[in-house]
């Protein structure tokens, strides 16, 4: 599988295509931007791979699953910020047909967490009796946030981020991404397709270290702007990218790093906020501010 890192789920997964023991549920969980989807579409290439289980990119299965054209493939991605309830219902319908002409069927829900109560109750019964060769993967950043009775039904795979080591094969010399990427694959991915994504990143970071050097009436200044910014789930990511090199400097330096975990879960937490409330979001990040 053409993955960066990740040996020991890339392994795992092999193991179940090779057994033809494959669990009906999968939750891929973990960082944003590390691979977890596109493990999610390997995976599936290689069930249904015509030369043999291992995912060619040849083969016309894998190139329709490839290119989102695969009549036994259904992705399912948030719209608007959430996944509706009659997307996940149409996709139930679906895999309730006899495959066209594949080994699986398959569904890979990304974003899953977005899934709101109602929706994620209307996948369960499909969880609970799987539909003949069926495999339905579940993608998040944010497992907690789905129902214990969704979790407790899949197969849950854990992912990190991918060591400097794996990364080196994407990043080459190119310092300013190794800078930027913090051991996720996807964002070199979208840097390189987007290079003034680059730019705009550094200035994200730059701004953040301005406001955190300096008085504390300047920092709720910024704030007020920032809780209005309609891109401030993208950059609170940045502080966090950038908290996080701090933090692992620190570490090299066998300084403390409470204060930084701390922070960095605090902003993970307004982020989540942000995307599932109307909460006073100047208030929570002002808090968070006068903590650096």
Known sequence: MKIVGHQKQKNLLNRFVIS???PHALLFSGPSMVGKKSLAIEFVKALNCEQ????CGSCAS??????GTHPDVYTVYPENGEIRINKIEEVIKMVSFKSSFSKYKAVIID???LMNIQTQNSILKTLEEPLGDTVIILVTEYPFLLLPTITSRTFQIRFSFVSDNDMSSILKENKDLKLISSGRPGLVVNYVNNPEKIKEEQKRRKDFFDI???????RFTKIKEISKDENITELLGSWI?????EMVKKINQEKDTSKLLGVIEEVEDVILLSMRTNTNLQLALEKIIIKL
């Open 62 to 67: 894998c190139k329709q699953i490839h290119l």
């Open 20 to 22: 033809k023991n494959i």
């Open 52 to 55: 043999g289980n291992r995912a």
């Open 212 to 218: 955190i050097n300096s008085s504390i009436p300047f």
């Open 111 to 113: 974003d899953a967490h």
């Open 241 to 245: 990218n950038y908290l996080r090199e």
